[in-house]
């Protein structure tokens, strides 16, 4: 079946470490996006990709990077400079333009 | 710009009961709106989608809006309530036609009581 796969389901991060949620679709669609779902605050978008080797900072991009370099993939490190990681991060995906996303199941994030 | 609320982070209704989530934008183009449904620990799934063609909109598991320019809103109804239905709903504007950017909502919690 095709579909978003999100990993790990849950993730612990270190002070100072960097770390990697993985996003990988299956439904060759050219659109992807990571958003942040914060408790009241609904989805924030960090950033999205129209295109392979080419993606754009949405509205909370400050302590995250992404890469696309393959259409299916959209991996999302947040890093040491994220002051505040621990949240749930969605990525979705579709076909491009105003059509509807499909999303991954989320990845809750967590600080020791 | 865009953005989206949604009144109430809140709904409570007994089970057979109509639903009503509310839902207004802001836009200074033509809106594409959407309501998506997230149970827990989960992603979100559509329910419906507006892209100006008929103002009622019918989506899935009984669920349906209507789009009301006057008013700049986007209210999500159902007019019996089931205990499945209880999760949270997002309403959502596209930020651009040529992005598919979309800004949500801060999402309703509604709660079946049986």
């Known amino acids: 079946d095709g579909g978003i796969t999100q990993s790990p389901k849950y993730l612990f991060r270190k002070e100072g470490q960097n770390v990697t949620l993985s996003c990988e679709q299956n439904l060759n669609h050219d659109a992807m996006y990571w958003y942040r779902q914060d408790p009241g605050q609904g989805l924030r978008l960090i950033y999205y990709?129209?295109?392979?080797?080419?993606?754009q900072k949405g509205d909370i991009a400050e302590g995250y990077s992404v890469s696309r370099e393959k259409k299916e993939s959209f991996p999302l490190t947040v890093t040491s400079a994220q002051k505040n990681p621990t949240a749930f991060y969605l990525c979705a995906s579709s076909i491009g333009g105003v059509e509807k996303l499909f999303f991954g199941s989320g990845t809750q994030l967590s600080v020791l | 710009a865009q953005s989206v609320t949604q009144l109430g982070s809140h709904v409570s209704v007994s089970e057979g009961a109509l639903v009503l989530l509310r839902c207004n934008y802001s836009s200074s183009v033509p809106p594409y709106l959407f309501w998506y449904v997230q149970y827990p620990n989960q992603g979100l799934q559509l329910l419906l989608k507006?892209?100006?063609?008929?103002?009622l909109v019918k989506g899935i598991n009984g669920f349906e809006a209507e789009f009301k320019k006057s008013e700049t809103s986007f209210h999500l109804t159902k007019p019996s309530a089931h205990m499945r239905d209880a999760a949270e709903y997002f309403c959502?504007?596209?930020?651009?036609?040529?992005?598919?950017?979309?800004?949500f909502g801060q999402g309703t919690t509604l709660q079946v009581k049986p």
């Open positions: 959502a504007v596209s930020g651009s036609s040529n992005t598919g950017k979309l800004i």
């Open positions: 507006y892209t100006s063609a008929a103002t």
């Open positions: 990709s129209q295109i392979v080797n080419d993606f």
